[in-house]
T-cell receptor, first 113, second 112 residues
Framework: EAGVVQSPRYKIIEKKQPVAFWCNPI?????LYWYLQNLGQGPELLIRYENEEAVDDSQLPKDRFSAERLKGVDSTLKIQPAELGDSAVYLC???????????FGQGTRLTVV | DAKTTQPNSMESNEEEPVHLPCNHS???????IHWYRQLPSQGPEYVIHGLTSNVNNRMASLAIAEDRKSSTLILHRATLRDAAVYYCILLPYGGSQGNLIFGKGTKLSVKP
């Protein structure tokens, strides 16, 4: 069975441009997480979904970041407009439900120039 | 979310056991202790979790103190592939509570 799939793997954009990341979680997993990871730091939670509901988006910078999880399956994370400081790896993870083993994708490495 | 404290880094020799400590003095009665690791250029991967009793799986063992205020992840024979950052995380049991919150973790280096 395929794990968590993220695309693209790498993205380079100019500042002020929009960018979107896509995540396909493991089939049947109700919980989906988006994280941001800067070099040398642990992953920082941006948002957690339970099915299609965002149950915790308190760390999501809502002025420029948005996320959606239509039909409680795939999810998209968008940044508009991107800033230089947004350069990081964006990780998606899924689990059967919160508090169970989470599986992570390979991440999308974003470079804003 | 309850906090955990881990050493920034540790070193080990290949084929020797490694004990990675984690302090969680504010743990609540319903918190599970989870361990994840992150190999270079990869997403984190689950290692093990437990509540009160010691736990073993094919990857590692988890020893939990009787008062649950600390735990130790044990790699029985470290290999070069075990070089990674190890994260100790507390998660409440069941339901839709709690977030998987990562700290800085412990960077484990394994010498040949």
């Amino acid at each position: 069975e395929a794990g968590v799939v993220q695309s693209p793997r790498y993205k380079i954009i100019e500042k002020k441009q929009p960018v979107a990341f896509w995540c396909n979680p493991i089939s049947g997993h109700n919980t989906l997480y988006w994280y941001l990871q800067n070099l040398g730091q642990g992953p920082e939670l941006l948002i957690r979904y339970e099915n299609e509901e965002a149950v915790d988006d308190s760390q999501l910078p809502k002025d420029r970041f948005s996320a959606e999880r239509l039909k409680g399956v795939d999810s998209t994370l968008k940044i508009q407009p991107a800033e230089l400081g947004d350069s990081a790896v964006y990780l998606c993870a899924s689990s059967l439900r919160a508090s169970t083993e989470a599986f992570f994708g390979q991440g999308t490495r974003l470079t804003v120039v | 979310d309850a906090k955990t404290t881990q050493p920034n880094s540790m070193e080990s020799n290949e084929e020797e056991p490694v004990h990675l400590p984690c302090n969680h003095s504010t743990i609540s009665g319903t918190d599970y202790i989870h361990w994840y690791r992150q190999l270079p250029s990869q997403g984190p991967e689950y290692v093990i979790h437990g509540l009160t009793s010691n736990v073993n799986n094919r990857m590692a063992s988890l020893a939990i103190a009787e008062d649950r205020k600390s735990s130790t992840l044990i790699l029985h024979r470290a290999t070069l592939r075990d070089a990674a950052v190890y994260y100790c995380i507390l998660l409440p049991y069941g339901g839709s509570q709690g977030n998987l919150i990562f700290g800085k973790g412990t960077k484990l280096s394994v010498k040949p």
